[in-house]
């Protein structure tokens, strides 16, 4: 069952057009995109603060949308939790009466509570200050906890990420991930980082100038040659997830899939799984495993696409997820590279970064 | 100093006509002020010049148009006599109509600044937690405007306090039913008018500065926390 139906279509006085329909179906989905190509107005959209010319929008059984029918729910009917880029928490009151201001609705299902939003975010020591004198990642932390406690049937969240440093953000993605785990609440959020969308979303819809270009889950959405991984960023990311990450002698290891990876030193604070981050630029293809190198990571797979851009050719490779290595077209012509050769991917461990 | 019964009465009566003046005129100043600053429509021009048009129109003619509407002859003057009992032109309520309408275009203003000095996306915000239109307007909208009602209201209170040629139209001379202003004017004409005049005006300039002060103390309270 879909538990989110989306069919609009609008256009602004400037003339830019939104005209987008998707199904999310999973927990987290992902609306990725540049700024501009209309993530924010989809939301808007959802959320009713935006009324399409034409929209049919369905939130499990419920119609919040039907333009031929006449139906328009008001924002504050719909039971669409929103967490803001700018996190919008009210100047004039503290971060405990922000956290109450949508408690006193009554959502279907059980209610959050106050005290374990509380908990699962850490704001017990905030409640009664002021937005005012919080940092960025706090603002988060209760603009997403407020939503929370407003007993959403569907939390919508705009680049909760964005305005944070690298370091901050993993923090508040491992709250994102606690919450949708603890309390299952279908989550719907906008992105224009590759390495979060992947990590968090099971589902993503690519948009660009106000349509979908790409849908699927993100190894295949991201895989797509859009414009938009390529022109609007440095190409694909590297995101690998490796289980069972633990130290052996002096040296941390863990599993991707069947293979070894010998990683960083690890944080003893770090998750597990964790995910290890690097550039495509920083891979080596080779068609047979050479010994006798200082590189550490040997890992095979088998070619799986070929998309050849301005900067050079970004081969995806199979290794029971994908890893991208970036060659030149005379690499690729010497090789003989094409889809389904097998090979063997070189990785310093030193090019490899731990994330979360 | 020592007032007497036409001083006293003089300033009681500035005092009772600055108060009703804003207590009158909150409530439709603030719904004015919030739909001149968040809603478009057709005609809002026509509004904005009928609202302000007392700021622009020398107050003596002001004052003659009141006193035609208002005037027991005259339609509307005589139908809140007979209904209501309710005297305007030449007793104590043409006092607070007149200031009430000077004063009322300045107030709008203020309020509307103060409208729209709350960012649209916080009231946005409480609708998706919920609220609906009325809650949010009076959890968000409305406190957050604060300073922009404080200031309103004082300059309200202030201008009625100040306000002389509309209501030297409208409201008599007679004894008794004189604000500060209208008192000094008649008393400088007397022999040892000038000096007599001074306690009144030492109370003027104390009224108006008092209205400052407590504008201020009001929004310093509003402020601690949001710039904290």
């Known amino acids: 069952m879909s538990r989110l139906d989306f069919n609009c279509r609008h256009r602004f006085p400037s003339g830019f057009e939104v005209d987008l329909a998707f199904e999310a179906t999973g927990l987290v989905t992902a609306l990725f995109g540049p700024s501009g190509s209309g993530k924010t107005s989809v939301l808007g959209m959802i959320a009713g603060w935006l009324t399409p010319q034409f929209g049919r929008i369905r939130l499990g059984s419920r119609w919040l949308d039907d333009s031929p029918a006449g139906v328009h729910l008001p924002t504050e009917r719909r039971q669409v939790g929103m967490v803001f880029q700018d996190h919008w928490l009210f100047p004039h009151m503290s971060v405990g009466d922000n956290l109450g201001y949508g408690q006193r609705r009554r959502g279907s299902g059980p209610p959050i509570r106050f005290e374990r939003v509380v908990e699962v975010l850490e704001l017990e020591h905030l409640l009664s200050r002021y937005p005012g004198s919080l940092s960025g990642g706090e603002r988060q932390r209760v603009a997403l906890g407020r939503a929370l406690l407003s007993n959403p049937v569907l939390l919508l969240m705009d680049e909760p990420l964005a305005a944070l440093d690298e370091a901050l953000k993993l923090r508040i993605l491992a709250y994102l991930e606690r919450v949708v785990t603890e309390w299952n609440i279908p989550t719907l959020f906008v992105s224009h980082g590759q390495a979060e969308v992947r990590r968090f979303a099971q589902q993503v819809v690519v948009m660009e100038r106000g349509r979908a270009v790409a849908e699927g889950t993100p190894e295949e959405a991201l895989g797509q040659p859009t414009p938009l991984g390529w022109t609007h960023s440095a190409g694909p990311v590297n995101l690998l997830r490796i289980d069972g990450a633990m130290l052996r002698g002096d040296q941390w290891v863990g599993r991707l899939g069947g293979q070894e990876m010998k990683l960083p030193a690890v944080q003893g604070t770090s998750s597990n799984p964790l995910f290890v981050q690097f550039r495509p630029s920083d891979v080596t293809l080779s068609l047979e495993d050479v010994q006798g190198l200082s590189t550490r990571n040997h890992v095979r797979g088998v070619v799986s696409r070929m998309l050849e851009l301005a900067g050079g050719i970004f081969v995806a490779v199979d290794v029971g997820q994908i890893l991208w290595a970036e060659v030149t077209p005379a690499a690729v012509r010497d090789l003989g590279l094409q889809t389904g050769s097998k090979v063997t991917c070189l990785i310093k461990t030193r090019s490899l970064e731990v994330v979360g | ?228």
């Not at chain 2, 919030?34 to 048009?53: C, I, M, Q, S």
């Not at chain 2, 002859?73 to 009430?100: I, M, N, S, Y």
Request: charged share 15%; with cysteine.
């Open chain 2, 1 to 228: 100093m020592e007032f007497s019964a036409t001083e006293w009465s003089a300033i009681h009566n500035s005092l009772r006509v600055g108060l009703l003046v804003v207590l009158v005129s909150l409530p439709p100043g603030i719904c004015l002020g919030y739909v001149l600053a968040r809603h478009r429509f057709p005609g809002k021009w026509l509004v904005e010049v009928a609202v302000n048009l007392a700021l622009v129109v020398p107050p003596v003619v002001t004052g003659y148009l009141l006193l035609q509407v208002f005037k027991p002859a005259a339609p509307v003057g005589g139908f809140l006599d007979r209904a209501l009992g309710l005297r305007v032109a030449f007793e104590f309520p043409g006092l607070v109509v007149a200031a009430a309408v000077m004063s009322f275009p300045l107030m709008v203003r203020a309020i509307r600044l103060g409208f729209q000095s709350v960012d649209p996306n916080l009231e946005t915000a409480a609708r998706t937690l919920g609220a609906g239109w009325w809650r949010t307007f009076f959890t968000v909208s409305l406190p957050l405007a604060r300073n922009g009602v404080i200031a309103g209201c004082v300059l309200a209170y202030a201008r009625s306090l100040g306000e002389f040629g509309a209501t030297v139209m409208l409201a008599s001379q007679r004894e008794g039913n004189r604000t500060l202003p209208l008192l000094i004017y008649t008393l400088k004409d007397r022999p040892d008018g000038l000096a007599s005049i001074w306690p009144l005006v030492a109370i003027s300039l104390l009224l108006a500065a008092g209205a400052l002060v407590a504008s201020e103390y009001l929004e310093r309270k509003g402020l601690r926390h949001e710039s904290a």
